[in-house]
């Protein structure tokens, strides 16, 4: 056990944990961040998505020891009250189907955006592959996420 | 068969604790279900409750595993009530017997529930109305309904709320005449879903994402092989992880319980079980595979003709629903309470209270949200377990599965093998076509031949089921057992078409019966601008066709044979006709999400058994479709004043082989093994 201290969604956070505690558990049962989810555990399908700086990283895969001092925003860091582009596309385009995978597409998405504000088909191939969907929402996300540019181009 | 025709409803109404108009409406299931005379024959299917304060709440009491139905059940309630959609509130019932069945599954929620909901809505705005005319002094024949509103020819007006508790005291009506469909304002409306926003902002709650003070999080280490044991672990060395605070022993293998769920993991890892395979150890697929192929039988005399025979192969599923099995449960004074993400959160209430020698009424079943369901949560596996543990441990616990316990641990969709044979006549079209579908399930099935189901014209068409039984679990998979035949049965007339040297979209207009398909097929045709299975080199167009749980379907699918990429899956167009389609919107999700079941699993999914235990154990091995592969999709919905049907199966079953028709003509070659991850040299 050890102690570690995070930004989480802009707030400091100490925590008394093993060093190889992944970022999953420490949001889901430590810090009450629930909108993570966990889905594999080995990086396999993006549910747990989350943004380490600017970066999408899989939480589950992501130790305490690695992340100290680098911040860390969930999905109830991206808008507070669902305004964000793309948490509104989302609603919009009705993606969700089960839900379960949303807030980890939704990450993903955001990821992208940082680094693609205006991204190409295969931009969104390359961040959203590493997420699954099983209820196969992937027309949807794709659509949500051109929505969400849209926006973001009339906003400006 | 029509659920609707089974059902009868029966409408009963009270006076809440709060002031206000509760209605309930009771769905019948059926004589036989619910004896005459018993204390509580009937059960409401759904409520609806108006507030003075004027809030609508409509309560759904199937549980929602991503088909949507919080929204579209709740939109039949609000159409026929005559409120505005915006001012509904969709609450989730706690499993009660009042409310009959609530298992989802079979595509049935809509259909079993469209009539009750019609006459709970229409009876509860007829008292609404007769409230408003008592008032006004005038004859309920001159007021009409408008967005929760009651208004008359004059001046006067008053809102639901207003009226609710006047109305909660009037009789309630029966045969209150429902509204014409093209009256509609809710139904057939394009609404997103009531849970996007908690969704998208990470508030809605799943059972995984279930707190409730001094729970623990708990793993189990569980036999590997069906039928196994675990033969020893080290109880010390899981005690000793920081954060674990109980081992026990129960009926399902090691529980480990903990702080936190990765204390639990970690402890589970120090147990180092040694697993004892037990009687299974020599069974694999091949030897499953082998034992359905024993189960054919001969096909006997056959008429003069050109005799076309194939057989197709698939192999087991899993559900992999993206939320793996888990389960809160606290038990504490004679009373058990339990959050599950469920397909049947009764009948979790009926087998806890069973397990735990309660009333029924001592056990309180909440449905979370469910992150999938595709059939696994039928099973009652994962609740009775957590009860066990729950019980065992005397604190709250939620019991989570890893992804690989999940995988390794579920009902499968049986493999399966298909023979069959057909003889054509001289126009090319069959004259017998006789279907042998051995599943690898317990229950070996009877070896004579029945009826075959298929929407083709044939004069004679059989079908003989059987298989062997095997020790693999296995269960209802989206579509049941058209999730088989229906990649067996596409195929086959496909190769039929080819035979007879006909076009294949050609040929099954030629053999279907039902109008209602041939509608769609026809339109499907003109969406996607049919002109043969061969557009181009390299490139295949495949069709497919399926008519059930009360719904039509047909799709054609395009896909490129990529020198690098292999079988590339393009375009996907779709028709559907089901019935007046509640939400235009569920109703596409629900053919996106069918077909790129069928996609994933055509290509690339597939459990596999060694050593009596499921090979695979994440999304790495157990591959599913992802956003690079996914198809672009053009939908279109036949407009209907038909009583709705089913969406959440029907467009899985053809989704797989018109896949494989697509592959056969855009490179000669027909595939008839799922998945079809290789072609040949």
Known sequence: MAQFTFTINGAKKTVDVPPDMPIL?????????????YGCGVGSCGACTVLLGDEAVKSCLISADEVEGKPITTIEGLSADGSHPLQKAWVETDVPQCGYCQTGQIMAAAALLKAHPKPSDSDIDDYLSTNICRCGTYPRIREAIRRAVAEEVEER | MNPELSRRSVIKVGVAATAGLILGCRIRESAAATPQGSAD????????????????????????????????????????????????????????????????????????????????????????????????????????????????????????????????RLPVPTGVALKDPKDFTIIGKRLPRVDNRDVVTGTAKFGMDVRIPGMLMAVVARPEAFGGSIASFDEAAARKVPGVRDVIKVSTGIAVLADHTWAALAGREALAVKQDPGPNASVDSESIHKQLGEAFQPFGDAPEGKVVEAEYAV????????????????????????????????????????????????????????????????????????????????????????????????????????????????????????????????????????????????????????????????????????????????????????????????????????????????????????????????????????????????????????????????????????????????????????????????????????????????????????????????????????????????AYPPAPAAVANAIYAATGHRLRTLPMNELPE
């Open chain 1, 25 to 37: 558990w420490i949001l889901r049962d430590l810090a009450g961040l629930t909108g993570t989810k």
């Open chain 2, 41 to 168: 024959p009937f059960a409401p299917n759904a409520w609806l409750r108006i507030a003075p304060s004027g809030e609508v709440f409509i309560t759904v009491a199937k549980p929602d595993i991503g088909t949507g139905v919080r929204t579209s059940l709740a939109m039949i309630v609000a159409e026929e009530l005559g409120v505005a959609w915006e001012s509904v509130k969709v609450e989730q019932a706690v499993a009660d017997a009042k409310y009959g069945s609530m298992m989802i599954g079979g595509s049935t929620s809509v259909r079993s529930s469209w009539r009750p909901l019609r006459e709970a809505g229409a009876a509860a705005r007829a008292m609404l109305i007769e409230a408003a005319a008592k008032k006004w002094g005038v004859e309920p024949g001159s007021c009409r309904v408008e967005n929760g509103v009651v208004l008359n020819h004059g001046p006067e007006k008053a809102t639901f709320g207003e009226l609710a508790t006047e109305a909660a």
């Open chain 2, 315 to 650: 192999p087991y599923l899993s559900h992999a629903p993206m939320e793996p099995m888990n389960c809160t449960v606290s038990i504490a004074d004679g009373k058990c309470t339990i959050y599950a993400p469920s397909q049947a959160p009764d009948a979790i209430q009926r087998s806890a209270a069973q397990r735990l020698s309660l009333d029924r009424s001592a056990v309180t079943v909440h449905t979370t949200l469910v992150g999938g369901g595709f059939g696994r949560r039928f099973q009652m596996d994962f609740a009775n377990e957590a009860v066990e543990i729950a019980q065992a441990a005397g604190k709250p616990v939620q019991v989570v599965w890893s992804r690989d316990d999940d995988m390794k641990h579920d009902f499968y969709r049986p493999a399966s093998r298909n023979r069959f044979r057909a003889v054509l006549g001289s126009d090319g079209k069959p004259v017998l076509w006789q279907h042998q579908f051995m599943q690898a399930q317990a229950g070996r099935g009877t070896p004579n031949w029945g009826r075959e189901e298929i929407p083709y014209q044939i004069p004679t068409a059989q079908r003989m089921t059987g298989g062997a039984r095997t020790p693999i679990p296995t269960g209802a998979w989206r579509s049941v057992s058209h999730s088989n035949t229906g990649f067996a049965i596409e195929s086959f007339v496909d190769e039929l078409a080819y035979a007879a040297g006909a076009d294949p979209l050609e040929y099954r207009k030629s053999l279907i019966a039902d109008a209602r398909l041939m509608a769609t097929l026809e339109r499907v045709a003109k969406l996607a601008d049919w002109k043969g299975p061969k557009p181009a080199k390299g490139k295949g167009r495949g069709v497919g066709c399926f008519a059930g749980y009360g719904s039509y379907f047909s799709m054609i699918v395009d896909v490129t044979h990529d020198p690098d990429l292999g079988i590339v899956v393009n375009h996907v167009y779709a028709v559907v006709d089901c019935g007046i389609a509640i939400n235009s919107s569920g109703v596409e999700a629900q053919v996106i999400g069918g077909v790129n079941d069928g996609i994933a699993t055509a290509l690339k999914s597939a459990i596999t058994i060694k050593g009596g235990a499921v090979e695979q154990s994440s999304y790495f091995d157990f591959e599913w479709l992802r956003m690079n592969e996914a198809p672009k999709f053009t939908i279109e919905i036949l407009p209907s004043q038909e009583a709705p049907g089913g969406m959440g199966e029907v």
